[in-house]
């Protein structure tokens, strides 16, 4: 009766069930994979959402890609990222995910591929399997800082490969790709009529000066680029449904990739009319919210390496932006025991590195989103409970 076009495993993970269990025991959890910015205690005005009750909302007068004036709006928010977009090239979504599914929709035929990094968002995987398409991996090795293996791309790339997702910064690396990779994928992917998908989701959060020369993907002319971005992370309301496409490159390839997606969004229409009108004002005024959470995360992440310094046998993966930290330490149990014995008995919750494909074990990865008080006392329980465990 229903598709297998995915895996329908329903059954909690044990992670999962750690938590319910220490749950119904009434014991206190901190979670520290919390990557919901509405419930991490930043100010929100209250009246923020006033510009969605604009009474010209009460027509329906649906567009493709959205209407010019937020779309006008987004293009204005690339320009404060000192990035020049003609609003005609942006294309209104309901999310990033969305948009992924889209784009999918747009390049690729069922049994396509795409090449999606790892260790990255694992939601990747259910994003191309529910369109049809197979995800083939290429890596991203660590060295003090993080780089693309590019010899891992020239091997996942085959005749069938239609887009090179990357993530910038990465989720959860922290990682953003540099001038000289940009130019090597540029190489690969140009050539051969593969398109680049750049999630640009956290580019606002900056956690550690540049270790790398930050490419300026969204300005190159020699291959097919969709730029993404959404309000979720950029003013921390992912409950308001709105993500966008931005779409650079060669002209030729942006008008035929435009006229193409049209209509796709003209079958869906999925965004809102009064997010649409409010988009402006919330862009905006929602400069205030991303400032807490950008002063937020560099805190966590400051703090977090300031008590892994005292843990020698641990260090914090350098991260040049956005809301996660990794934590690598020692092997003495496989990941999975290792985060359910953290909220079992330390009740501080995490993420295993699996959960991301990181190649091997043991890495914690952590949200840098919850208020510093409680992030700061987490992190002090994990390393005790972690330092309790190495010296068993
Ligand atoms: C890399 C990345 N892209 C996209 C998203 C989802 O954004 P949206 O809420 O716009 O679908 C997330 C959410 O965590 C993410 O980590």
């Known amino acids: 009766m229903f598709s297998n076009r995915i895996e329908f495993d329903l059954r909690p993970n044990r992670l999962a069930q750690a938590v319910a269990a220490r749950r119904r025991a009434g014991h206190p959890i901190i979670d520290l994979t919390e990557s919901n910015p509405t419930r ?45 977009v003609d609003p005609q090239r942006i294309v209104l979504t309901a999310s990033t995910s969305e948009a992924y599914s889209m784009l999918f929709k747009l390049v690729a035929a069922p049994g396509d591929e795409v090449l999606v990094p790892r260790p990255s968002y694992p939601l990747f995987e259910l994003l191309t399997t529910l369109d049809g398409v197979a995800a083939r991996p290429y890596d991203l090795e660590y060295h003090g800082i993080w780089s693309i293996d590019l010899a891992s791309i020239e091997r996942a790339v085959g005749p069938r490969t239609r887009a090179l997702l990357v993530v910038n910064p990465n989720n959860p690396t922290g990682s953003f790709v540099s001038h000289q990779e940009i130019e090597r994928l540029a190489a690969i992917c140009g050539p051969r009529g593969i398109a680049l998908i750049v999630d640009e989701v956290f580019a606002d959060y900056e956690l550690e000066p540049d270790a790398v020369d930050r490419a300026r993907v969204l300005a190159r002319r020699d291959v097919l680029v969709f730029g993404l971005g959404g309000l979720s992370k950029s003013v921390g309301l992912p409950q308001l449904k709105l993500g966008w496409i931005a779409v650079t490159g060669p002209d030729g390839l942006v008008s035929e990739a435009i006229g193409r997606l049209e209509l796709i969004c003209d079958t869906y229409l999925s965004v809102s009319t009064p997010v649409q ?35 020698p046998w641990s260090s914090v993966l350098t991260a040049s932006a956005g ?54 006392a987490a992190v002090e329980r994990m390393l005790d409970r972690l330092e309790h465990r190495v010296h068993d």
């Open 40 to 84: 991490a205690g930043f100010a929100y005005p209250d009246d923020l959402l006033a510009p969605l009750a604009n009474p010209r909302g009460l027509v329906y007068a649906p567009e493709p890609f959205g209407s010019i004036e937020a779309r006008r709006a987004v293009a204005a928010d690339y320009a404060r990222r000192g990035i020049a």
């Open 277 to 311: 009108l409010a988009a402006a004002e919330l862009l905006d005024r929602g400069a205030a919210v991303r400032g807490q959470i950008a002063a937020r995360v560099a805190a966590n992440y400051r703090r977090l390496k300031a008590v892994a310094a005292s843990a």
């Open 323 to 376: 809301w996660y930290a990794v934590l690598r330490v020692p092997t003495v149990r496989s990941e999975e025991d290792l985060v359910v014995d953290l909220v079992t008995a330390a009740g501080v919750l995490t993420h295993p590195g699996y959960f991301f494909d990181f190649p091997h074990e043991s890495y914690l990865i952590v949200s840098l989103l919850p208020p510093e008080e409680t992030f700061a």
